[in-house]
């Protein structure tokens, strides 16, 4: 027996020491030559970055997460950009959003990161936490919004304008609805009592967040076909694909043509590609990825984010030593949001109609939240609060409307638009 | 030997030891902790392809310090060990916590009565001590720590009090209903945090009093709360060793370990069994409850379910280890947050799936548990010279434990 066991051993021995010799040029060689030749040839603005400046990166999720997935190559891209090496970032995945955030974010302060990125709305208290006990790191929790709130000149908070492209996925629906309306495809079950065509959309939460996101998506609609209603219905979570689903189904029974969400899975998506397959008309707009590889009839396109805008300016202000913008917040005019791949079902002319609409946003001659395209309660809203001053979750100061229209992530970078507008009915 | 012979006589025959002398049973576990090294070894190299001893040396080095790299005057990129403060703190702060939740397995598993309500008592104790953060304003710090202490304890009590009253009473099962009660204080503590979350949204109740830092155990040696955890330590270690001599010294923990070893035997002795279930039950929970109070107030300043974290279970295994002595527990404790720490130092600094590192912890812990068993059994071989006679008892394998268990269940 002992023999045996001494036979086992030396032979697992030999095995690990033959393969830790040979894996060890792997682990060292390619990945940094990749890393340096890439900034060397395709990147001018910043070619050697600072070799010992470290970012720290928190994540909710990890690459199986289309969210986290999203920021995570945002992420990639940016370090490249700006010459960061791969052992300059140091990750953290599957982080919940209570205190290991709080720990994870002080082990990043502890090896060395100058910019420790959260990328979880549910982080920022912790992050917070830690930016406070860490005055010479500064600290972005993504899409939060306690940052102008908190005093600390390290903590930042950073939101795309996606309201926008939202908007204009808003566009390609309307002009699908248009489209099924000018070849008689729309029946009596499509329509509500008022003769309004019916659309669906899968909410998270009832946050302003979304609210301002199907808002967007609404106009973007009611642009292009004016009798238009929407019902929105909330699953309670950011990421439930069954919930999704069934939620989705429920709207295409009660005669939803169109299928927008603010929610990550590709549940909605596949239930109206199944309803479509059946024979119904409903269309789907989903969100952060394209939808085409689980609805490639029903699937229309997906608002989509791009976070390597931000975490570029992020990296780079923070290697050069610069302050990060306490909130930040840009759209179309820097590529921060669009849309994707325009599925085949599309109606013609919906291109052209896409680049105009973009083209307008980026000129600032089209503002999504126009206080003349909707009314609340029937009334016009000429002045309204954006931010809360108080911790009450009530808008109590800063007028967000200017010039004729909401001005929104502008004051802070995290969605304020909450209003409830004629047209939109929450189910739940 | 004959055909007939070889049919009656199995190739190995497991036999429990009488005693085994501490030097071979410390050998045991070496041997055992050794094997585990190498296994994950295999597995650290045909998962990731990477150096299995840098990879040891990382998760070493993961709970006291991190391996920076750095750029020599050669021009070289040099990895440096660099020692963290904070990182040893956060060690400790957490073998604390596992250490206080196994202390207060002790005494119930000493009566073997298989508490593993852990996890719920931890957490009603973590939200007793939220409720006071958040609604006992204007109190002086140590009265408000006081007030926390006592509160999580009631409250870990009352969670302890209900399996061992029913248990006393009419003898229901106390694993499961322990394990029930867990889901309940899971459930209750979401309930809770959908009601204090903050900021809405966010699915969490968030760093409590960030701005005041009310209600948190400040720090021992600084006046920055989370600079260190020496309170924790402090008040872990003072329950750790009056748990040791309540079950070793005092009247109630001789009673204690004769009812773990036969409720009848108590009973003749005129021991009132009844109070006793529900009394160390009551003790068990509350200690847990503590430990809630430490994770919450001493470590965390917030609560979700994670608050728990599992090691309401983890603490199951320490306590077992340990052979439910409470100093034995920091040793173990230790070794199961310096595993847990190294996991997911690998992890990040590989840019490995956690998974992978858990992988690892889980094999390690299987050759530990794995060698308790050749430290109660002995192999037999058939050919072993100076086997015992044939008559000898055949495979005994459920151990004296359950021999008790038989006992109660007959009565």
């Known amino acids: 027996m002992k023999k045996l066991i001494a036979l086992l051993l030396s032979a697992v021995m030999v095995l690990s020491l033959a393969a830790c010799s040979s894996s060890k040029p792997s682990t060292t060689t390619p990945d940094n030559s990749q890393g340096s030749s890439s900034t060397s040839t395709d990147n001018n603005t910043a070619p050697a970055a600072d070799s010992n400046f470290k970012v720290g990166v928190v994540l909710v999720g990890d690459e199986n997460e289309g969210y986290t997935y999203a920021h995570i190559d945002g992420i990639k891209k940016a370090a490249a950009a700006n010459g960061l090496k791969d052992d300059q970032i140091v990750w953290f995945y599957s982080i919940g959003e209570d205190e290991t955030c709080y720990d994870k974010c002080i082990d990043c302060v502890e090896q060395g990161c100058k910019l420790v990125i959260t990328n979880s709305y549910g982080h920022q208290t912790y992050c917070e936490q830690a930016a406070k006990e860490n005055p010479n790191v500064q600290f972005v929790a993504m899409t939060g919004d306690t940052a102008l709130k908190s005093g600390l000149s390290n903590f930042s908070n950073a939101f795309n304008q996606t309201y926008q492209s939202r908007y204009v996925s808003g566009i390609v629906a309307g002009l699908k609805v248009k489209e099924l309306l000018d070849n008689g495809k729309l029946s009596d079950k499509n329509y509500d009592a008022n003769g309004n065509i019916k659309i669906g959309y899968v909410g998270a939460y009832p946050y302003a967040e979304v609210v301002s996101g199907y808002t967007g998506f609404y106009l973007g609609i009611k642009s292009i076909v004016p009798n238009v209603a929407m019902e929105v219905s909330y699953t309670n979570s950011w990421f439930d694909i069954t919930a999704e689903q069934t939620t989705a189904e429920m709207l295409i029974a009660d005669g939803c043509v169109i299928i927008g969400q603010h929610a990550d899975s590709t549940g909605a998506p596949t239930a109206c590609e199944n309803a479509n397959k059946a024979g119904t008309v409903v269309y789907s707009v989903g969100y952060n990825v394209d939808m085409l590889s689980v609805a490639p009839t029903a699937a229309l396109t997906s608002s989509t984010n791009d976070w390597s805008v931000y975490y570029n300016y992020a990296i780079k202000t923070a290697l050069a030593g610069g302050d990060i913008a306490t909130d930040w917040s840009e759209g179309y005019e820097t590529g921060a949001v669009g849309i994707t791949t325009l599925g085949s079902s599309c109606a013609a002319g919906t291109k052209e109609a896409v680049d105009k609409a973009e083209a307008d946003i980026k000129a600032g001659t089209l503002h999504v939240f126009d206080i003349n395209t909707f009314t609340v309660g029937g009334q016009k809203i000429t002045s309204t609060f954006c931010f809360d001053s108080d911790g009450d979750f009530v808008y109590d100061q800063v007028e967000a409307i200017k010039d004729g229209y909401y001005d929104e992530s502008k004051y802070i970078s995290a969605p304020s638009f909450s209003l409830r507008i004629d047209g939109i009915t929450e189910m739940n | ?411």
């Open chain 2, 1 to 411: 030997m004959t055909k007939a012979n070889l049919a009656h006589d199995p190739l190995i025959r497991i036999s429990k030891r009488e005693d085994i002398p501490m030097w071979k049973s410390w050998l045991v576990r070496i041997i055992g902790l050794l094997l585990a090294l190498v296994v994950s070894g295999i597995v650290i190299v045909c998962i990731t392809h990477i150096n299995p001893f840098m990879v040891f040396a990382k998760m070493a080095s993961g709970s006291f310090g991190s391996w920076i790299k750095n750029t020599n005057a050669a021009g070289e990129t040099v990895e440096v060990l660099t020692i963290s403060t904070k990182r040893i703190w956060v060690t400790i702060r957490d073998i604390m916590t596992l250490l206080c939740i196994s202390v207060g397995l002790a005494p119930a598993f000493a009566m073997k009565f298989w508490n593993v309500g852990a996890e719920g008592q931890v957490l009603v104790g973590g939200i007793a001590t939220v409720a006071c953060m958040k609604y006992f304003t204007g109190l002086p710090t140590i009265v408000l720590v006081l007030v926390m202490i006592v509160v999580s304890m009631l409250a870990g009590a009352i969670w302890g009090f209900f399996p061992g009253f029913f248990k006393a009473h009419w003898n229901t099962n106390e694993t499961l209903f322990t394990l029930m009660m867990n889901y309940i204080a899971i459930q209750i503590t979401s309930f809770m945090v959908a009601v204090w979350e903050n900021p809405p949204g966010s699915n969490s109740v968030g760093v409590i009093n960030r701005n005041d830092q009310y209600g948190w155990l400040p720090s021992l040696f600084s006046d920055v709360p989370n600079k260190d955890f020496g309170w924790n330590v402090i008040i872990v270690l003072i329950v750790t060793v009056a748990v040791f001599i309540y079950l070793r010294y005092s009247k109630q923990g001789y009673e204690i370990s004769v009812v773990g070893d036969s409720v009848n035997t108590a009973r003749y002795a005129g021991i009132r069994v009844k109070k006793v279930y529900i009394r160390t039950m009551a003790i068990s929970g509350a200690i847990c409850g503590l430990a809630g109070f430490v994770a919450v107030s001493g470590a965390s300043h917030t609560i979700s379910t994670s608050t728990a974290g599992g090691r309401g279970f983890t603490a199951i295994i320490v306590a077992w280890l340990a052979k439910f002595n409470t100093f034995t527990m920091i040793l173990i404790s230790a070794l199961l947050v310096v595993l847990d720490k190294g996991a997911s130092e690998i992890a990040s600094s590989y840019g490995i799936n956690e998974y992978v590192s858990q992988i690892i912890t889980g094999i390690i812990l299987f050759f530990l548990l794995g060698s308790e068993f050749f430290i109660n059994y002995q192999l037999k071989f058939r050919h072993n010279k100076g086997a015992e006679p044939p008559a000898a008892k055949p495979v005994q394998a459920p151990a004296a434990n359950t021999d008790n268990e038989d006992k109660e269940a007959n009565e």
